[in-house]
């Protein structure tokens, strides 16, 4: 679940903004800036993270320290971004973001870019998110 906080947030294609829209986009780009400490302000301590189609198998995390954990390995990289560049509002209890991050590995490894597609719904507490809906990632 995302709890309500303030926040402005463009929503792309619709003109009215729900609070889970701008709560699920904000998510988003404090992922974006690292500022996993923000994130963890904004969701519920039982959030579940599920990567329904990860290259190793499905992947569930269960609660917000697990959350953090997870999502904190984009640390490997020397830079990092992930944009919003559109944001489905059903109205209901699911948002629907299209994103692409960018990044450079600390290592020297190539360049990291991929699109992704990323499911939250709220209330239940459950932020639904997998890459390479879209495309593929290139390494």
């Known amino acids: 679940m995302l709890r309500q906080r303030q926040v402005e947030v463009p929503i792309v294609n619709n003109s009215a903004r729900s609070t889970n829209a701008e709560l699920a986009a904000a998510a988003v780009r404090l992922q974006g800036r690292r500022d996993f400490e923000g994130i963890r302000s904004i969701v519920t301590p039982d959030v579940v993270l599920e990567f329904p189609y990860h290259p190793l198998g499905a992947r569930t995390y269960q609660g917000v320290d697990a959350l953090i954990r997870?999502?904190?390995?984009i640390k490997a990289f020397q830079t990092f971004e992930l944009d919003v560049v559109d944001v489905f509002d059903t109205g209901g209890d699911t948002v629907i973001i299209e994103g692409?991050?960018?990044?450079?590995?600390?290592?020297?490894?190539?360049?990291?870019?991929?699109?992704?597609?990323?499911?939250?719904?709220?209330?239940?507490?459950?932020?639904?998110?997998?890459?390479?809906?879209?495309?593929?990632?290139?390494?």
Do not use: C, M, Q
Not at 101 to 130: C, E, F, M, Q
């Open 70 to 73: 997870e999502i904190s390995v």
């Open 100 to 139: 692409r991050s960018r990044g450079t590995y600390r290592s020297g490894r190539p360049d990291y870019t991929n699109h992704y597609l990323i499911v939250l719904t709220s209330p239940k507490g459950r932020w639904r998110a997998g890459g390479n809906f879209i495309t593929p990632s290139k390494r």
